[in-house]
């Protein structure tokens, strides 16, 4: 069985259309959706769309920024540390326009929510790889190999 990889371009291109679709769609829910009939249906589209565009957007972002800026680590370990960060950093922004919308939004729940992700990040960057995960680092990776959370 041979394994087939994807190689950062037709990630980049992949993600790249999702991104416009999930932005297409996001605006036509905005101009289309009416909340106050729709309910939580409308709603969940409405922040569901919302998420996976500004997904797309920040892990396009961070992972441009992270090639030019870091060029010795591996493809998947920037790709992997980008799509992380950009989840946490779309999640906040979602939580803290649904919390504007319950009229919850206040500092101190920004700076619990932020805190929260922070701390989530944390783990992530501290978590101790176990002897598998060290050795499959030393081979050699021909492509995209996705995120395991």
Known sequence: MTTTYMTLKQLILIVLAATAICWLSWIL??????????????????YGSLFFSLLGLFFLSVLVFRRLTNKTDLEYKIVSASFRQSFF??????????????????WWNIIILVLGIGILEYFFLSYKKTGQDIDSESSTHKGYLPPDF
């Open 29 to 46: 829910v905005l101009n289309e959706v009416d909340p106050t009939t729709s309910g939580w249906v409308g709603l969940l589209i409405f």
């Open 89 to 106: 950093f779309a999640l906040i922004i979602i939580g803290a326009l649904y919390l504007q919308s319950k009229h919850f939004l206040t």
